[in-house]
T-cell receptor
């Protein structure tokens, strides 16, 4: 069964460092998303991406964050200068159309 | 440990019994709703969805009920199994291509 894959599964970084989280969405999907989940809290929307541009973003997705689809398969989330409060699980998701989202297993980011 | 900060409503259910998980959503403009299951350390897994033009939808062992009048969504799991132990989230889509997740309900199945 096709699935969304994410790397790394866990990243530990120092505050102020840049981090890139990578995702390979399901191959025929056209919509891509990043969500995050702070430990013990609900899943929060960050950004959606369609047709090589951001279609929607939340108030969490400030100038420190950026997304990119550098080639036909990868979808990346970059955090330019990490803060302690960026520590969370980051989930990538994709969908064929606006509808059912398929989530990856997540990348755990720990900022020290 | 992993449980620090975790204050989810918890439903404990005997194996074989039925489970009902409830969710109140906030946006009356939402037209699409999904239930997700999240096991520890994993990503949300799709269970079942329902559109706002329906009030009930059934899947394999699961039923979702939608009451738009009171903005309430429920998930019924028949004959609950140990593998159903997880956190369950409802999510709503208001048509802007983003999902808003609820706070989650922990289901613990007692063998």
């Amino acid at each position: 069964e096709p699935e969304v894959t994410q790397t790394p599964s866990h990243q530990v970084t120092q505050m102020g460092q840049e981090v890139i989280l990578r995702c390979v969405p399901i191959s025929n999907h056209l919509y891509f998303y990043w969500y995050r989940q702070i430990l013990g809290q609900k899943v929060e929307f960050l950004v959606s991406f369609y047709n090589n541009e951001i279609s929607e973003k939340s108030e969490i997705f400030d100038d420190q964050f950026s997304v990119e689809r550098p080639d036909g398969s990868n979808f990346t989330l970059k955090i330019r200068s990490t803060k302690l409060e960026d520590s969370a699980m980051y989930f990538c998701a994709s969908s064929e159309a606006a509808g059912e989202l398929f989530f990856g297993e997540g990348s755990r980011l720990t900022v020290l | 440990g992993e449980s620090v900060g975790l204050h989810l409503p918890t439903l404990s259910v005997q194996e074989g019994d039925n489970s009902i998980i409830n969710c109140a959503y906030s946006n009356s403009a939402s037209d699409y709703f999904i239930w997700y299951k999240q096991e520890s350390g994993k990503g949300p897994q799709f269970i079942i969805d329902i559109r706002s033009n329906m009030d009930k939808r059934q899947g394999q062992r699961v039923t979702v009920l939608l009451n738009k009048t009171v903005k309430h969504l429920s998930l019924q799991i028949a004959a609950t199994q140990p593998g159903d132990s997880a956190v369950y989230f409802c999510a709503e889509n208001d048509g802007n291509n983003r999902l808003a997740f609820g706070k989650g309900n922990q289901v613990v199945v007692i063998p």
